[in-house]
T-cell receptor, first 116, second 115 residues
Framework: KQEVTQIPAALSVPEGENLVLNCSFTDSAIYNLQWFRQDPGKGLTSLLL?????REQTSGRLNASLDKSSGRSTLYIAASQPGDSATYLC???????????????FGKGTLLTVNP | GAGVSQSPSNKVTEKGKDVELRCDPI?????LYWYRQSLGQGLEFLIY????????KSGLPSDRFSAERTGGSVSTLTIQRTQQEDSAVYLC?????????????FGPGTRLTVL
């Protein structure tokens, strides 16, 4: 069974700081990995998707890397802003017995607070 | 363009009643998913529809849960004889028809409270 772990569970930083969120998964036979943000009481917003053959993806101040063989991904946020405050979720498809290329397994998330 | 929409946004019901939750995927998306987000369990997969193929119902927690997708677009998740443990946020997502890619776009969710 695929399991996804996110560390830390919560992070508080001052505005302007660069930060890294970590995600690990137990079975490296994944199809892709997706990072989301979730604001309180809202749905999920897709940030970045990395296919299993890729090493990283970038969007604006966000950079996500994937080390499939070691079962790890990091989300790097540059020059953090108060508007970045949210819960960040990592999810993978595939892995585990009968893993599919569509069924996402989620971590519990990292609650990020960026203080002005 | 318009994203995934879900209705209602909030639903409060009494234990034992049936509820229906609706999802409108992004136009042109062939894949549709339902997930459940609860405090104790995090986000869990429930069911997956892809075009006219048989759905993957492997995540449905009991036979009180069912879902259908009419005309390859709108989907309804039905929970019969609701229980308090069904209280959660039910999220719908859709994906475009790109093989092997499957980036999922989520709706705002329906918050279900069973009293």
């Amino acid at each position: 069974k695929q399991e996804v772990t996110q560390i830390p569970a919560a992070l508080s930083v001052p505005e302007g700081e660069n930060l890294v969120l970590n995600c690990s998964f137990t079975d490296s036979a994944i199809y892709n990995l997706q990072w989301f943000r979730q604001d309180p009481g809202k749905g999920l917003t897709s940030l970045l998707l990395i296919q299993s053959s890729q090493r990283e993806q970038t969007s604006g101040r966000l950079n996500a890397s994937l080390d499939k063989s070691s079962g790890r991904s990091t989300l790097y946020i540059a020059a953090s802003q108060p508007g970045d405050s949210a819960t960040y979720l990592c999810a993978v498809s595939g892995g585990g017995s009968g893993g599919s290329n569509y069924k996402l397994t989620f971590g519990k998330g990292t609650l990020l607070t960026v203080n002005p | 363009g318009a994203g995934v929409s879900q209705s209602p946004s909030n639903k409060v019901t009494e234990k034992g009643k049936d509820v229906e939750l609706r999802c409108d995927p992004i136009s042109g998306h062939t894949a549709l998913y339902w997930y459940r987000q609860s405090l104790g369990q995090g986000l869990e997969f429930l069911i997956y529809f892809q075009g006219n193929s048989a759905p993957d119902k492997s995540g449905l927690p009991s036979d009180r849960f069912s879902a259908e997708r009419t005309g390859g677009s709108v989907s309804t998740l039905t929970i019969q004889r609701t229980q308090q443990e069904d209280s959660a946020v039910y999220l719908c997502a859709s994906s475009p028809p790109l093989a092997g890619y499957n980036e999922q776009f989520f709706g705002p969710g329906t918050r279900l409270t069973v009293l």
